[in-house]
């Protein structure tokens, strides 16, 4: 406390702090007292979502600009990098846009933090890594293989990561997050979550699309369970967290076909969906092993999906979203 007394300083950095995730482990950490600074480019995060996150220091710059990553990182001691352009799809349509927004914002990002001393980096990795092998549930040790260009970014992150802690002694630890969901998430774009979109749609009424046979499975997860999974992280012994990926997910998956109808009892949705051409890039199945995680953070789901999901509904409702 005296450091930020003295230095009027945040001891956290949050990247991405105006999307769903970002706000949401900003939202968190000011609930405990701690000083926290945001950095968006609002590309895809939204300004409204920084409501009620107004003890934050809030930066509005892009991280792919090396100026803006040592605005962000000057004095901070723990950085969340949620920053991200998130979407498979929009990745297959603008790979260089993904990569520019994922690979280079984090290496722009890793360098500042190592130039300003930061101690930790906690990474936003993604289930994505793993590609689309049959085995499952997914396991760290196995190797990556990522389809999309969304995958191979985020994956080029984790191991900046990984080299950052190796050759510069800087700690990182990587979330890798299995389709992660709840309030906040933006439902109003193409490119958005399939759970986002599916509440938005089916509370207004409208006809929700199931690309494929709706029998792809996720993991999906509640984003309290991420948020406390990111609080973990950056208090883990170095010994034990730093250098390594491991799994952020609730260890159980649902198909979309499945979703389609708890979200129909819990809307009020009385039509069927519409069924269109698989997407590229798309996996089919998706479940994690969260062993790695409980063992090394003492990580534990502590919401379920149907439970995370009501209240993602209700959200929705009376956010009229
Ligand atoms: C991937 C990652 C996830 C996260 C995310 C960021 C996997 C398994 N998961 O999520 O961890 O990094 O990317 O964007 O790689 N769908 C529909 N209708 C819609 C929208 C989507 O059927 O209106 C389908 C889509 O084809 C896919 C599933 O829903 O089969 C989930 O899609 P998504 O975009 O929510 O997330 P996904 O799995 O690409």
Redesign the pocket.
């Known amino acids: 406390m005296r450091r930020q007394k003295e230095f009027n300083l945040a001891r956290y950095l949050i990247t991405g702090a105006a999307g769903f995730i970002g706000r949401s482990i900003a939202a968190a950490l000011l609930a405990r007292g701690e000083s926290v600074r945001g950095v968006d480019s609002l590309i895809t995060g939204k300004r409204e979502n920084l409501t009620g996150l107004e003890a934050m220091e809030f930066l509005q710059g892009d991280l792919a600009d090396p100026v803006t990553c040592q605005k962000a990182c000057a004095g901070v001691e723990i950085v969340f990098h949620e920053a991200a352009l998130?979407?498979?799809p929009r990745s297959v349509a603008d790979p260089i846009g993904t990569n520019v927004n994922c690979v280079d914002a984090t290496l722009n990002l890793l360098v500042a933090a190592r130039d300003a001393g930061v101690r930790r980096v906690v990474y936003a990795g993604?289930?994505?890594a793993y590609g689309d092998t049959p085995t499952l549930p997914k396991r760290e040790d196995m190797v990556p293989k990522p389809i999309s260009p969304?995958?191979v970014a985020?994956l080029a992150g984790e191991h900046y990561m990984q080299a950052f802690a190796r050759v510069y002694g800087l700690e990182t630890v990587v979330l890798r997050?299995?389709?992660v969901f709840g309030p906040y998430q933006d439902p109003s774009s193409h490119y958005s979550?399939?759970?986002a979109?599916?509440c938005r749609k089916m509370l207004a009424g409208e006809q929700?699309?199931?690309?494929?046979d709706g029998e792809?499975s996720?993991d999906f997860t509640f984003i309290e369970n991420v948020v406390e999974g990111n609080l973990l992280a950056a208090t883990a012994p170095a010994e034990k967290a730093s250098g390594k990926v491991m799994n952020l997910a609730t260890g159980s998956r649902i198909t979309?076909n499945q979703v389609f109808q708890l979200l129909c009892e819990l809307t009020g949705y009385r039509g069927k969906p519409a069924y269109a051409a698989?997407?590229a890039g798309?996996?089919r199945d998706?479940l994690a092993d969260i062993s790695r995680a409980r063992e090394l953070l003492g990580y534990t789901p502590r919401v379920d999906f149907r439970e995370g999901l009501q209240r993602t509904v209700d959200w929705y409702r009376a956010a009229g979203a």
């Not at 929700?208 to 494929?212: A, L, Q």
């Open positions: 998130a979407s498979v993604s289930s994505s969304y995958a985020k997050y299995f389709n979550g399939v759970l979109i599916f929700p699309t199931i690309y494929g792809q996720r979309l698989e997407r798309d996996i998706s």
